[in-house]
T-cell receptor, first 110, second 114 residues
Framework: GQQLNQSPQSMFIQEGEDVSMNCTSSSIFNTWLWYKQEPGEGPVLLIALYKAGELTSNGRLTAQFGITRKDSFLNISASIPSDVGIYFCAGYQGAQKLVFGQGTRLTINP | DVKVTQSSRYLVKRTGEKVFLECVQDMDHENMFWYRQDPGLGLRLIYFSYDVKMKEKGDIPEGYSVSREKKERFSLILESASTNQTSMYLC?????????????FGPGTRLTVL
């Protein structure tokens, strides 16, 4: 099945730095979701976006639904050690079937 | 809060065994999903279900079957486990019929087939 192009694949940052990651597609999506997965656990939903141009925050996390409906980004401000994990974007093109990015692995040096 | 639970966190089975993975959600969600997650391949949809006794094939249904006898429970069955089915299996659920609602995941079952 189709996958979203998520970048970067991995990030190594210092504690306190801001983080930015994005997902792109050649196709239009009508919903974007951002998940975080910690080792040995299932993905946890962070933010859901439903409208082109929508900008939504959840604490230090901010995500935007691109105006072209073909991309989305996630920013994390002032990173802390518990932000470590793999972040996935996911999107719906039609009903029910969610398409996933391959994930961005975030590592934080204290 | 939505809670999706999976019957086992870790499972070790032998080649040829029949394996049942159980998933239960407590939010009265209509839709349930089974994925497998492998390094470098991301999450791939195996089967999903819109309603009780209904099922649809996902992207990689071969070697798997599912059962949904009750709304809250969705089972994944490996009829004859093989080593290439060693993977992390994730169950998810979502509400409604609009098709674009958030999916909530369980903690996963890490299955090893020897």
């Amino acid at each position: 099945g189709q996958q979203l192009n998520q970048s970067p694949q991995s990030m190594f940052i210092q504690e306190g730095e801001d983080v930015s990651m994005n997902c792109t597609s050649s196709s239009i999506f009508n919903t974007w979701l951002w998940y975080k997965q910690e080792p040995g656990e299932g993905p946890v939903l962070l933010i859901a976006l439903y409208k082109a141009g929508e900008l939504t925050s959840n604490g230090r996390l901010t995500a935007q639904f691109g105006i072209t409906r073909k991309d989305s980004f996630l920013n994390i401000s002032a990173s802390i050690p518990s932000d470590v994990g793999i972040y996935f974007c996911a999107g719906y093109q039609g009903a029910q079937k969610l398409v996933f990015g391959q994930g961005t692995r975030l590592t934080i040096n204290p | 809060d939505v809670k999706v639970t999976q019957s086992s966190r870790y499972l070790v089975k032998r080649t040829g065994e029949k394996v049942f993975l159980e998933c239960v959600q407590d939010m009265d969600h209509e839709n349930m999903f089974w994925y497998r997650q492998d390094p470098g391949l991301g999450l791939r949809l195996i089967y999903f279900s819109y309603d009780v006794k209904m099922k649809e094939k996902g992207d990689i249904p071969e070697g798997y079957s599912v059962s949904r006898e009750k709304k809250e429970r969705f089972s994944l069955i490996l009829e004859s486990a093989s080593t290439n089915q060693t993977s992390m299996y994730l169950c998810a659920s979502s509400s409604g019929t609009s098709g674009s609602n958030e999916q909530f995941f369980g903690p996963g079952t890490r299955l090893t087939v020897l």
